[in-house]
Antibody
Framework: EVQLVESGGGLVQPGGSLRLSCAAS????????MNWVRQAPGKGLEWVSY????????YYADSVKGRFTISRDNAKNSLYLQMNSLRAEDTAVYYC????????????WGQGTLVTVSS | DIQMTQSPSTLSASVGDRVTITCRAS??????LAWYQQKPGKAPKLLIY???SLESGVPSRFSGSGSGTEFTLTISSLQPDDFATYYC?????????FGQGTKVEIK
């Protein structure tokens, strides 16, 4: 069974840092592209970042560029999001999502981890 | 960046109704469009990919159509489990973008 489990969320002060993790199981993690998507409370879905299966290609949304860093460890079946210089507007549930090889969209999503940026 | 515009934002309907949600892309995305269903406190669930292909396990009352810039999601006969928020998403580029969502409410 495919599973994606996020962790690392919590309460952080503006300007602080947090590292999110996404543990993958039930599939060959190293074969799949991955994304981070976030959802602010009561709002819609916002794409955050993409990483290729090897980690060699990375993209970011303009809203997080220069502050967030996506990475992966295929040996540990894990995806990461290092978030620095956090702002109140980064408050959201953060989801990791697997890119479907055949479909192209996100076919499996984690349950999400809540990041709250507040003083 | 490609912008996605969904309509309506909210839709009130009854069980058994036929429901249609529209999504418009700011530029052509061919058929690189997905539809998701999201319930409160849950992750999005993929319903439709490549504009009209039904994801495995999704009931056949869901269907998608369109190409280029205009797309629709249709629920042929609304069921109690279908009251949720629906999002379109383009993946013509690696930079995904989502529509703002359509909340389907009980009339």
């Amino acid at each position: 069974e495919v599973q994606l489990v996020e962790s690392g969320g919590g309460l952080v002060q503006p300007g602080g840092s947090l590292r999110l993790s996404c543990a993958a199981s039930g599939f060959t993690f190293s074969s799949y592209e991955m994304n981070w998507v976030r959802q602010a409370p009561g709002k819609g879905l916002e794409w955050v970042s993409y990483i290729s299966s090897s980690g060699s290609t990375i993209y970011y949304a303009d809203s997080v560029k220069g502050r967030f860093t996506i990475s992966r460890d295929n040996a540990k079946n894990s995806l990461y999001l290092q978030m620095n210089s956090l702002r109140a507007e980064d408050t959201a549930v953060y989801y990791c999502a697997r890119v479907s090889v055949s479909a192209g969209g996100g076919d499996y999503w984690g349950q999400g981890t809540l990041v709250t940026v507040s003083s | 960046d490609i912008q996605m515009t969904q309509s309506p934002s909210t839709l009130s309907a009854s069980v058994g109704d036929r429901v249609t949600i529209t999504c418009r892309a700011s530029q052509s995305i061919s058929s690189w469009l997905a539809w998701y269903q999201q319930k409160p406190g849950k992750a999005p669930k993929l319903l439709i990919y490549k504009a009209s292909s039904l994801e495995s396990g999704v009931p056949s009352r869901f269907s998608g159509s369109g190409s280029g810039t205009e797309f629709t999601l249709t629920i042929s006969s609304l069921q109690p489990d279908d009251f949720a928020t629906y999002y379109c998403q383009q993946y013509n580029s690696y930079l995904w973008t989502f529509g703002q969502g359509t909340k389907v409410e009980i009339k």
